[in-house]
Nanobody, 116 residues
Framework: QVQLVESGGGLVQPGGSLRLSCTAS????????MGWHRQPPGKERELIAA???????TYADSAKGRFTISRDYAKNTVYLQMNSLKPEDTAVYYC??????????WGKGTLVTVSS
């Protein structure tokens, strides 16, 4: 069982930055992929960024050039640095972990609101 706790969401003005954190209850060496997904109001959840155990990263087109995903093994934490935020980035952001056994685990989400 893997528990994920997200933090770092909040209200930010357009053009601003936020850093989301996702801390796992287990050593993230046991997790093959960690990712950030988001669900805007009234829309489906979508993958924004993911990072593999060897550091390979994947980004949605909407995140490329603005968002950066990274992982800190010492802290069992994955980060999502979000810059140049836009109103359309408003969503609940969820952390997801996939273990080597193929199990998926989700955090409860953190709300990001981009508004002036």
């Amino acid at each position: 069982q893997v528990q994920l706790v997200e933090s770092g969401g909040g209200l930010v003005q357009p053009g601003g930055s936020l850093r989301l954190s996702c801390t796992a209850s287990v050593n993230i060496f046991s997790i093959i992929t960690m990712g950030w997904h988001r669900q805007p109001p009234g829309k489906e959840r979508e993958l924004i960024a993911a990072i593999s155990s060897v550091g390979t990263t994947t980004y949605a087109d909407s995140a490329k050039g603005r968002f950066t995903i990274s992982r800190d093994y010492a802290k069992n934490t994955v980060y999502l640095q979000m810059n140049s935020l836009k109103p359309e980035d408003t969503a609940v952001y969820y952390c997801k972990a996939t273990t080597y056994s193929g199990m998926d685990y989700w955090g409860k989400g953190t709300l990001v609101t981009v508004s002036s």
